[in-house]
């Protein structure tokens, strides 16, 4: 379970680690260390020898803890304004139930425990929780693994004033008709410049299934059964406004296992927790790989900004309609991708599906070309300012292209 941290000009990624190397104890093992990864490009990492541990090596290496509650140490850097500057970074950690404990540090590296009692929240704790400040709800969340009746491994979220007193967590609900499948963890964000709405990337994982790879004799952890450990697993996308309800609109894999016949074994292609904005055109995330084996590592992943997924068209043309929404601002931006052949084309509509005089299809010449942040503009001119406030539905129509993602904002 790795976690990315941006922080003053440079990215931190921590990971679980045990010294002296060995399973002795598994998961509840006191001889779990969390380790730290250093880059200031998200390319390059560097392991700092911090001298916090002396582990027989003078303090020469990166260990930032060790205990059980390395076991899924997940960090975030906490921008609450009321947060006091030797709590500047926040994590948890733990395993098992009842296990998970707060820990508090001023710079990332040196931790203490926040208290000495795990914190009193119920759940299983045997895989990457996350917490994070929300500043939509001026509140922490938490989002842990627990198991569900009908499903098995699963998602629940709580909330907290103070990081300590935690509200009951909550199950989260999906769509009706959305498939029951088990979600091994769950990676959450709040979407960078668009706070209100949080992913998830959870490993999914298909318990029925066994690897298709022939000769595992390689792996230092094939793990229990033949050919080995039950289950395959790949990554999904949710997402939601208020931490309780997600939404799946894109119910396929979010990535998949790819040719690598590595990754085609248990536990692979886990979402790593955290979204570096490395450029103004490139976002990172990664990914896990090669689990198991002797060579496991995680993968860079390259996105360009909010595009984690797309409404698409083919060359014979397609097209959206939302439901009724309310907006703020006075132009619409869109961030989108066309072929030189294609097209997008936006109608803002009444809520009974009629035109906006003005802001008809009719009223615009398509537009083409690869933008993040287009405004989008009727002969009339991009002002949509006196439409806020009121219901409208908004209609695009495409060719050979990708919508990623839209925003009202100010002119």
Not at 73 to 98: M, Q, S, Y
Request: glycine share 10%; with cysteine; aromatic share 12%.
């Amino acid at each position: 379970y790795s976690v990315l941290v941006e922080h003053e000009g440079h990215y931190l990624l921590y990971y679980r680690g045990h010294y002296p190397l060995g399973d002795a104890g598994g998961d509840a093992s006191g001889q779990q260390t969390a380790q730290v990864a250093v880059s200031e490009d998200g390319r390059h990492f560097r392991r700092p020898a911090l001298g916090i541990f002396d582990l027989g090596d003078g303090g020469r290496n990166n260990v930032v803890w060790q205990g059980t509650q390395a076991h899924n140490l997940v960090p975030f850097r906490d921008t609450n304004p009321a947060c006091a500057p030797d709590r500047r970074f926040k994590a948890v950690g733990g395993c098992g139930e009842g296990s998970l404990y707060a820990l508090y540090s001023a710079d990332g590296f040196r931790w203490r425990l926040a208290q000495e009692a795990p914190l009193d929240v119920a759940g299983a704790f045997d895989s990457a929780n996350v917490p994070l400040w929300d500043p939509v709800i001026g509140k922490y969340r938490l989002f842990s693994r627990f198991f569900e009746a009908g499903r098995g491994r699963a998602i629940q979220s709580c909330t907290s004033d103070d990081f300590l007193h935690w509200s009951d967590p909550v199950p989260h609900r999906y769509d009706e008709g959305a498939p029951v499948e088990q979600f091994y963890t769950n990676a959450t964000v709040l979407v960078p410049g668009a706070e209100h709405i949080l992913l998830s990337f959870p490993m999914r994982y298909v318990a029925e299934r066994e690897t298709p790879v022939a000769d595992i004799s390689a792996m230092d952890y094939p793990g229990t059964g033949q050919p080995g450990m039950a289950g395959m697993t790949d990554a999904v996308m949710l997402s939601s406004r208020d931490g309780v309800h997600w939404r799946r609109p894109f119910p396929e894999a979010w990535m998949r296992a790819g040719l690598d016949e590595r990754n085609w074994t248990h536990r692979n292609n886990c979402p790593a927790i955290g979204i570096l904005p490395l450029a103004e055109t490139e976002w990172s995330m990664y990914i896990s790989e090669h689990y198991g084996w002797p060579d496991n590592r995680l993968r860079r992943l390259s996105l360009r900004p909010w595009g984690f997924a797309s409404v698409n068209a083919g060359h014979a043309g397609g097209e959206m309609v939302t439901r009724p929404f309310f907006f703020n601002g006075g132009q619409l931006r869109i961030n989108f991708s066309t072929s030189a052949a294609g097209s997008v084309a936006v109608e803002l509509q009444q809520d009974n599906g009629r035109p906006v005089p003005g802001h008809a299809l009719d009223d615009m010449a398509p537009m083409y070309g690869d933008r993040l942040d287009q405004v989008v503009s009727w002969r009339g001119g991009p002002d949509v300012g006196a439409l806020a406030g009121r219901p409208v539905r908004l209609r695009a129509v495409l060719r050979d292209a990708d919508l990623f993602a839209l925003r009202f904002a100010e002119r």
